[in-house]
């Protein structure tokens, strides 16, 4: 990471620490999770928001999710270390759990989403990627509202790039499921796999 993009991102993280406290007070306090990586890659990925294990670890994807998208990546020829990985909501969507003093993760809102929009922009923008990999629906609608495209489901989406990602010229947005769908639907094991084969192709001149 270089000093200037380092110094830039730490910037926005407190932007966004800061403004999230002051809009979001009714779901305080905030657990914060950054982007993690090497902000010089060319593929950036991007997951929902952090649970219970990327906020003890401080990096995001390190849960069960993570272990199974790391995994799919290996097998695909991605190297995860070469990315540049970040959530679109980058504090813990938390609620109270059934045993007090326990806490288990929640849903993103609406409002959620368009907030960490444009934050979400910046980020890319000073990271300059030239593919943006978005893993489930949350920030695939994050991405489509900041590209100024209609919103729509990761069914219809996934696998496929789009242009102009992010309204960013020369970044290609590409869609994939979120690695914990798997975990509900078996089903979808070989979509995944065959996304991220092409994924590969598409990015291996950066690797």
């Not at 401080?58 to 270390?81: C, E, H, N, S, Y």
């Not at 922009?121 to 900041?146: D, F, H, Q, S, Y």
Request: charged letters at 30%.
């Amino acid at each position: 990471m270089t000093n200037l993009k380092k110094s830039e991102l730490e910037k926005l993280y407190k932007e966004y620490e800061k403004k999230s406290d002051e809009t979001f007070k009714e779901t305080m306090p905030h657990e914060f999770v950054w982007g993690y990586g090497d902000a010089s890659s060319k593929v950036v990925l991007i997951g929902e928001a952090p649970g219970r294990d990327e906020v003890k670890q401080g990096r995001p994807f390190v849960g069960k999710a993570g272990q199974m998208l790391t995994a799919f990546l290996t097998d695909a020829g991605i190297p995860r270390d070469e990315l540049f990985i970040t959530n679109t909501i980058k504090f813990r969507l938390s609620k109270p759990g059934a045993k007090e003093g326990t806490l288990k993760n929640r849903p993103a809102t609406k409002k959620e989403i368009i907030f960490s929009c444009g934050f979400l922009k910046r980020e890319i923008e000073i990271i300059k990627p030239r593919i943006v990999v978005t893993t489930g629906n949350v920030p695939l609608k994050a991405a489509l509202i900041c590209s100024g495209l209609s919103e729509t489901e990761i069914g219809t989406m996934h696998g496929k790039p789009v242009n102009k990602g992010f309204g960013v010229d020369d970044t290609i947005l590409y869609p994939i499921y979120h690695p914990a769908s798997l975990i509900y639907n078996r089903g979808l094991e070989e979509v995944y796999k065959y996304d991220l084969f092409e994924l590969s192709k598409m990015s291996e001149k950066f690797f």
